[in-house]
């Protein structure tokens, strides 16, 4: 290419961030959840609109929030809060908001995506919609330890009464007579202690989405659960066969204490069932270490965040190799995560500078590096020097 100019990029933060709680969880994904941590870790301002589930709680978190930033010298009005229908579209659609981190349902979610979009200058959204989180088992390891993944699958869909996104809400198992599968999984669901969902919405959301797929032709009850204000688990299956006549049993989302086992015949082609998915937070197998079901894992990964081997979806850790993400309608930017150390980067964007006099360049792209920050320069990763005020005061720490 010849002679190149002196080039530098950095990441600066977008701005405003808007940020939509979560219904399901008051803490991890609301007022100082994972959207405003790292919204706030980028460097930019917050605005949290706080879920009218627990509008007293987001309140009483803001406060907190706002007082210890203050305590910390943070600039005034860095983090604010707004409720209500009307505040939340105007907060899409204020000029100084420049991404919007929502957690919450497909309707609401694709309702806000589409404003935002709609925008005169369109800005980034990033939304976690729904996911059912397929677990495929193959015949090898249901013939081994059938009774064992069943017990496990019960713990995992009850986990939270039914409220994680990552529940476990369908299961690909070899056909057994409907009887074994109640006879297996009665006795893991008779400890479990029903509890009230987290806010009405979600209780009555939850009934009508149980009620919609059992009334969907080819879908029996095996567990027929209760319709309490804090119901019991609820068990429904289908066949394989079914499911290919209406691909559409597997996209019903139920959020709550129910799931849906699809009994397949031995031979199936499971790749032909996982292509019929839409977008997931995550996709499980069960397999033997014998077994390699690699083509059933490359389908599952064109549709899934996070995939996962004889284990269940419902934990997500707080990791820098974590993705809680996926293919639409999971969210609407499968390549962001909203779990992790990555997600710091749904809320910043790059700027280069090209031949800047040395002088008159950021501090993190100058040469002499004032921050002592990690770096790549001419492709080659440098780290992070400490700074010689930062280790004299480390070694008087004693630390």
Not at 60 to 81: C, D, K, M, N, Q
Request: aromatic share 6%.
């Amino acid at each position: 290419m010849g002679p190149r100019p002196d080039l530098r990029r950095v990441n600066v933060p977008l701005g405003v961030v808007g940020v939509f709680g979560a219904s399901n969880f008051p803490f991890a994904f609301s007022v100082i959840g994972g959207d405003s941590a790292s919204a706030l870790a980028a460097g930019c301002a917050v605005v949290h609109k706080i879920h009218t589930g627990h509008r007293r709680l987001g309140h009483r978190t803001a406060e907190i929030v706002i007082g210890a930033l203050a305590a910390a010298g943070a600039p005034e009005a860095l983090f604010s809060t707004v409720t209500g229908r009307e505040a939340a579209e105007a907060l899409v659609d204020h000029p100084v908001v420049k991404a919007i981190g929502f957690t919450g349902s497909t309707a609401g979610g694709r309702a806000l995506f589409d404003r935002a979009a709609r925008r005169a200058a369109p800005i980034p959204f990033y939304g976690e919609l729904g996911s059912i989180n397929p677990v495929f088992v193959t015949e090898k390891a249901w013939q081994e330890r059938r009774d064992s993944i069943l017990t496990e699958y019960a713990a995992s869909f009850t986990l939270g009464m039914g409220q994680f996104c990552t529940k476990p809400g369908l299961l690909f198992a070899p056909e057994t007579e409907p009887d074994d599968l109640v006879a297996a999984l009665a006795p893991a669901l008779e400890g479990h202690a029903p509890a009230l969902l987290l806010t009405p919405s979600l209780r009555d959301g939850f009934g009508d989405a149980v009620a919609a797929l059992q009334a969907t032709e080819g879908v029996d009850v095996l567990i027929a659960g209760s319709d309490d204000e804090a119901p019991r688990p609820t068990l429904l299956r289908t066949t394989a066969e079914r499911v290919r006549q209406n691909p559409r049993i597997l996209e019903q989302e139920m959020f709550g204490p129910a799931t849906l086992i699809v009994s397949y015949r031995p031979g199936t082609d499971l790749c032909e069932l996982a292509s019929l998915l839409d977008g997931q937070l995550t996709a499980t197998v069960h397999a033997e270490p014998q077994e390699d079901p690699a083509d059933l894992v490359a389908v599952l990964a064109e549709r899934s965040g996070r995939l996962l081997w004889n284990g269940w979806p419902t934990g997500v850790s707080v990791t820098y190799a974590q993705h809680h993400g996926g293919p639409y309608p999971a969210t609407t930017a499968p390549n962001a995560t909203s779990v992790g150390t990555g997600a710091i980067r749904r809320f910043m964007r790059p700027v280069a500078y090209q031949s800047f006099p040395p002088e008159k360049l950021p501090a993190p792209l100058q040469d002499e590096n004032p921050w002592k920050i990690s770096r790549r320069v001419n492709g080659q990763w440098e780290r992070a020097e400490r700074r010689q005020d930062d280790a004299a005061t480390a070694v008087s720490a004693g630390i």
